[in-house]
């Protein structure tokens, strides 16, 4: 398939019924299909959208293309869930087929209200010279699944002083009012989030400008959120093209959390507690999407991909996947993140850390700690000992370095192949780290710092192997349940 702007915008309708289930067949060959993380059946995924729980379930949706590894005319797919793990398809939720957003149903948020749930999103539009559009939309969604989009979009275009750039409302509620972060930009190019707020969920009214640092806005803020976790509010946001003299980072764009006193609506005013930080320090997390969840949690969900890079899948017409669903919480004005509880009911018979654990099933998962001032190295492979994940551990200068370069599939080279985080220093070092057949995800000392990353070795891993003082280790490795 060649991909220009005519396959990539091609109406859904106009594909010959036989692409998808043929695409299908061959995305589930992939020896690197993930057995627990969401992915899609075909084609591209990206941002999650819409998580919420309603109707005594959670919901969740996710940015598609389905008809081929590449960023194309967007849908949104939903998928549904009891316990945050196993996840059934309900299939194409909001499709891209109205004039409001013909060239994609892009990145929005939903909100429990009444017996429905309230969806927006941002309709994509391009014109005949191919100049942008964005309407912010908003959707309703019964307890039978079936969306139905309000018409005309609940706003209509960016405030004057902003560009069509304007995009991923986020959805919450205040004292039974209304309010929509969106991402935008200012005609200057400078990145910004603006407030909206609703009394009814159908005129929304724009409040501000939030009053984001300078330094801290790229040419372009995607996906900015808002959650509150023990009265704090936490916010989370993707600024392209931030300096890497604000932020140290290394991947394309980063995805930045920053965690406030306050968040003051009426003025559109949020104070900063700490200092911004990466919310994942590996290789692949962007357009995170949190929420605060009615059972008091503050849950969130990554998109494990990002933008404008190959992965060894696009050869198999399928890219990216969901990271699993984290619980955040805050100690001392840090941001912690870690897997949700209900992962823990994967773990099959546990075994201890030995120096060489065999017989894993692809998808499996260590914990152990680390004694002050020890190091230990781990190696993630299949019974092929040239090729590995190699994880290095050094609990004298607080390091934890992930190198993907001895794959044997490299991939987004450009952007470096180690990424390393920084904990305490000659302290114990505790690791949680999961691996399901092509992802890793890392949580470092509680989930202090996570680092996350695709990796793509010649088939499912089934080894761990550690070396170094390995009696400076004590912990457990646990298969997962298929
Ligand atoms: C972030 C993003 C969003 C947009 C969506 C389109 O990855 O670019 O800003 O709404 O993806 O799929």
Not at 218 to 231: A, S, T
Not at 292 to 297: C, I, L, Q, V, W
Request: aromatic share 12%.
């Amino acid at each position: 398939m060649i991909w220009n702007r005519e396959t990539r915008y091609t109406p859904y309708n106009a594909w010959p019924k036989s692409t998808l289930p043929t695409l299908e067949a061959q995305v589930a060959q992939s020896k690197w299909r993930m057995q627990h993380h969401l992915q899609p059946t075909s084609g591209l995924l990206n941002d999650p959208n819409g998580f919420s729980y309603f109707n005594h379930q959670w919901h969740l949706f996710y940015q598609v293309f389905p008809y081929g590894p590449v960023h194309g005319l967007k849908a949104w797919q939903h998928v549904t869930s009891k316990d945050l793990i196993h996840w059934h398809d309900e299939g194409l939720a909001i499709q891209p087929d109205s004039k409001y957003d013909s060239h994609g149903a892009y990145t929005g948020t939903a909100l429990p209200v009444g017996d429905r749930l309230f969806i927006m999103y941002t309709g994509n539009v391009r014109d005949a010279d191919w100049n942008r559009h964005s309407y912010q939309i908003g959707a309703w969604m019964g307890p039978d699944n079936q969306v139905e989009k309000v018409t005309p979009p609940v706003i209509d275009a960016a405030p004057a002083g902003y560009t069509t750039s304007f995009r991923d409302p986020y959805l919450f509620e205040r004292d039974g009012q209304y309010y929509a972060l969106i991402g935008a930009q200012t005609t200057t190019e400078v990145g910004a989030v603006l407030l909206y707020h609703s009394a009814d969920l159908q005129q929304w009214d724009f409040q501000g400008e939030l009053n984001l640092p300078a330094s801290l806005r790229g040419f372009m803020v995607e996906c900015p959120n808002v959650v509150e976790i023990d009265g704090q509010p936490v916010l989370i946001f993707c600024p392209q093209g931030l300096p890497q003299a604000t932020l140290a980072y290394e991947n394309i764009y980063p995805n930045v959390s920053l965690v406030g006193q306050s968040f003051d609506l009426d003025q559109v005013n949020f104070t900063p507690a700490g200092a911004p930080t990466q919310l994942d320090a590996g290789f692949d997390v962007y357009a995170t999407e949190a929420f605060n969840a009615p059972d008091g949690r503050a849950l969130a969900v990554s998109w494990i991909g990002l933008p404008e890079i190959a992965y060894p899948t696009d050869a198999e017409n399928w890219a990216h996947g969901l990271s699993l669903v984290k619980e955040l919480t805050l100690k001392d004005n840090h941001l912690y993140q870690n897997p949700v509880a209900e992962t823990a009911q994967l773990r099959a018979t546990p075994q201890p850390v030995q120096a060489k654990v065999n017989d894993l099933t692809g998808a499996f998962e260590t914990e152990f700690t680390l004694a002050a001032d020890e190091q230990i190295r781990l190696k993630v492979m299949t019974a092929d000992a040239d090729h590995y994940l190699l994880v290095d551990l050094d609990a004298q200068a607080g390091t934890v370095t992930i190198d993907r370069s001895h794959t044997g599939r490299p991939f987004g080279e450009k952007y470096g192949q180690i990424r390393r985080a920084q904990v305490q220093p000659h302290a114990e070092l505790k690791l949680r780290l999961i691996i399901d057949v092509s992802v890793f995800e890392c949580y470092i000392n509680n989930g202090y710092t996570t680092m996350t990353g695709r990796f793509f070795l010649d088939d499912a891993p089934t080894q761990l192997q550690l070396a170094g003082n390995v009696a400076a280790v004590t912990g457990t490795v646990w298969n997962w349940l298929k």
